[in-house]
């Protein structure tokens, strides 16, 4: 199978399309024919030496395509299914994956929008999972219209708190349109939150790592009720949690995501697609950042 592999740290010239065996479902695994992989933040950073140190890496944790071959034990699925879901391997990126955890994708759906949804999904779920998000709270997502913080907004709006978001002027009715009340990050934050919520938020949770965390601290009341996604070395300086999927993944979304699409209550745009064979440029959209939506690179049948 073609599949996206670096050898050598650097910028994204370092990617290559090569040749790689074909993989085989574990015991409670299934493989796909991969029809669109999600592109992350994290695909760069990995790339460019700031995560994982052994070479020679594949990349990708996120897929959606065709069972072709089920693992043992597996009975919830059979070839010829259209899932979409998470790669523990980090080879989702190439013409086949084996995926871990799975669902069905929604019939509202194509494969470049559900390829878009896994990791997303995951983070602003665990996150807010950790936050103990719930009806009657208020939350402050700051960084809330990218992939993760858009999903954080929707999902925390389908548990019936109200949302505030940061995000910049141009993004602010796009942040209205999914339930959440905008306000302009930067500089003044505190005093633009309070003009909204007098006496601070319940919750707070950190998407955009921009060095606010001393400002969501004390919205939100205490280091105890603000999560970051994004700001490892904040988190460590002023006590509060940082998210990581090593710690436990909320792959219950998986299943229950169908269901909000469904109803209208939940969407991931898909901001650009990608042939497998433009994994570089893609890296280099994906550096730039202001994405609204996701990234997908898409297979050659796909």
Do not use: C
């Not at 995951?122 to 219209?145: F, H, I, K, P, Y």
């Not at 602010?172 to 005093?191: C, F, I, K, Q």
């Not at 309070?194 to 919205?219: C, H, N, T």
């Amino acid at each position: 199978m073609r599949a996206v592999r670096f050898s050598r740290f650097g910028g994204p010239e370092v990617l290559e399309v090569v040749e790689l065996p074909d993989p085989h479902p574990g015991p409670g695994q299934v493989r796909i024919a991969v029809r669109a992989a999600g592109v992350n933040p994290s695909d760069w950073k990995k790339r460019r030496g700031l995560m994982d140190q052994e070479l020679p890496q594949t990349l990708g944790y996120e897929a959606a395509g065709v069972v072709d071959e089920v693992g043992e034990g597996v009975r919830d699925v059979a070839v010829g299914d259209r899932v979409f879901g998470f790669s523990t391997e980090g080879a989702a990126q190439a013409e086949l994956a084996v995926l871990s955890y799975w669902a069905p994708v929604s019939p509202a759906l194509d494969f470049p929008g559900a390829a878009a949804l896994p990791a997303a999904i995951e983070t602003a779920t665990r996150a807010l999972d950790q936050l103990g998000v719930g009806s009657g709270t208020s939350l402050l997502v700051n960084g809330a219209s990218g992939g993760v913080g858009s999903a954080a907004v929707q999902l925390a709006v389908a548990r019936g708190a109200r949302v505030i978001g940061t995000a910049g002027p141009a993004n602010h009715e796009y942040l209205r349109s999914l339930g959440a009340e905008p306000v302009a990050y930067g500089e003044g934050l505190l005093d633009r939150v309070r003009a909204l919520a007098p006496d601070g938020v319940d919750l707070a949770l950190d998407v955009a790592g921009s060095g606010m965390l001393p400002e969501l601290i004390d919205l939100a009341g205490g280091p105890g009720h603000v999560v970051t996604i994004a700001d490892f070395a904040g988190a460590q300086e002023h006590g509060v949690v940082f998210s990581r999927g090593d710690t436990g993944r909320a792959v219950h979304v998986l299943g229950e995501i169908g269901a909000l699409i469904e109803s209208g209550g939940f969407s991931l745009p898909v901001a650009q697609t990608f042939p497998l064979t433009e994994v570089a440029e893609a890296h280099r959209v994906s550096e730039k950042g202001h994405t609204r939506g996701k990234l997908v690179l898409l297979m050659p049948d796909a």
